[in-house]
């Protein structure tokens, strides 16, 4: 299937913008997230000559500041949905921060493997918190799962070279959570329109002062 197909059937459970049709999606990822079906979808980005498209996902791509590579596949034209690659090398990984998402997603691992840990959240005064371990499993190459915004959670290193696939949805809420597992001490962080309209607003003060 090629991927513009699938997201438009994804589109159509309505599981990215409200949570709801969740075990459909979760289907629709498992049996059409292959790895003959992504090795394809990146040959076609390989091949292709738009390369204003390809342009725009390439701005994408980043070293994540949760440890892992980051590569947009897809996005769409009309909202914030995309399909991303999660890339971690053989190597020892950091360790992620307790951290939410803007957005509903579903992911499947196609190589390796992680542990997968969801959290509790207390608010505590100013930005500290206490964090509560309330699930951990091992995701298996081939296990899917879908993972709902505002809820906190994080994946810990393993030994094997890993890739998942994240099919996301657009952000439902205005900022995501990150928890320093040291200091227990919370921030908001913006989504990369936020973030730009912010320095460009700064920007202006400086020049006009």
Known sequence: MKLDNLMNTVFETKALENASNIEKLKELVSENVTLDNV??????????????????????????????????????ETNGSRVRLHYWPQTKWPMESIHDHRFHFCAKVLKGYYIHEEYDVKNLEGDSVEVYLKKKEIINAGDTYFFPAGSFHRVTPSEEMTVSLIVRGEPVLPYSRVINPDTLKMRKAYGALQKFQSKIANLEAQLTN
């Open 39 to 76: 090795s394809s979808w990146l040959r076609d980005l390989k091949e292709s000559q738009d390369s204003e498209s390809i342009g725009s996902l390439a701005s994408l791509m980043e070293q994540h500041p949760l440890g892992f590579e980051k590569y947009v596949i897809w996005k769409s």
